[in-house]
Every structure is written in structure tokens, then in C-alpha cells.
């Protein structure tokens, strides 16, 4: 069955840097675009970053632009979310997503941005 496994969440202070990443397993993951998405307490669930199949194009919010950086590495079948410059509203459970049909998600990891 499909499987999306994210890790890499923790508690940050402001400013710095965390490193997400979403191991995949059945389907094939080369073929698929994927994607980031969060959700902050009592907030909806948002886009982050979206990554095609191959990796070659990429589509950031816009309050992520310059600090968050999506990449993929098909061998692995991992996606992965680099952040940088973390802030205090970056706080939120983000959730790997495979957005072609049928659509599956990740269970979350936890990212806390505080000092």
C-alpha cells in the first residue's frame, strides 16, 4: 500500500534551519509530482511547495519564496524541504502530499520555531 513517511521536524529557534523529508513507497514515485502543505493550529491547511516528477520545476508560496527550497531524489523515492530562516509563524505540522490521483498524505511532523 502506499506509504508516506516524513521525519526531520523538531523544535528550532528563529533563524535557523531544519531539513524535512518524506520517504515514499507504493506507487512510483519517479512518476508523480509531490508536494509540502502545514497546518498551523487553527488554521487551514496551506501549499507550501509543490515539486514535479522530475524535479526540474517548482512552485513555492509565497511567504516560503527565498527560504524554503523543495528537492526530490527519485532513487531514494524521497522528497525533501529545506528551510531556511526559519520564523515563529513557520510553527506548524507539515505534511507530505502526493497530489496526482489517488491522492495520499504523510501523517505529519511536527516543526516548532521558538526561542
Known amino acids: 500500500q502506499v506509504q508516506l513517511v516524513e521525519s526531520g521536524g523538531g523544535l528550532v529557534q528563529p533563524g535557523g534551519s531544519l531539513r524535512l523529508s518524506c520517504a515514499a513507497s507504493g506507487f512510483t514515485f519517479s512518476r508523480s509530482p509531490m508536494s509540502w502543505y502545514r497546518q498551523a493550529p487553527g488554521k487551514a491547511r496551506e501549499l507550501v511547495a509543490t515539486?514535479?516528477?522530475?524535479?526540474?520545476?517548482?512552485n513555492y508560496a509565497d511567504f516560503v519564496k527565498g527560504r524554503f527550497t523543495i528537492s526530490r531524489d527519485n532513487g531514494k523515492k524521497t522528497v525533501y524541504l529545506q528551510m531556511n530562516s526559519l520564523k515563529p509563524e513557520d510553527t506548524a505540522v507539515y505534511y507530505c502530499?502526493?497530489?496526482?490521483?489517488?491522492?495520499?498524505w504523510g501523517q505529519g511532523t511536527q516543526v516548532t520555531v521558538s526561542s
Open positions: 502530499m502526493k497530489p496526482d490521483l489517488p491522492v495520499y
Open positions: 515539486s514535479t516528477s522530475t524535479g526540474r520545476s517548482t
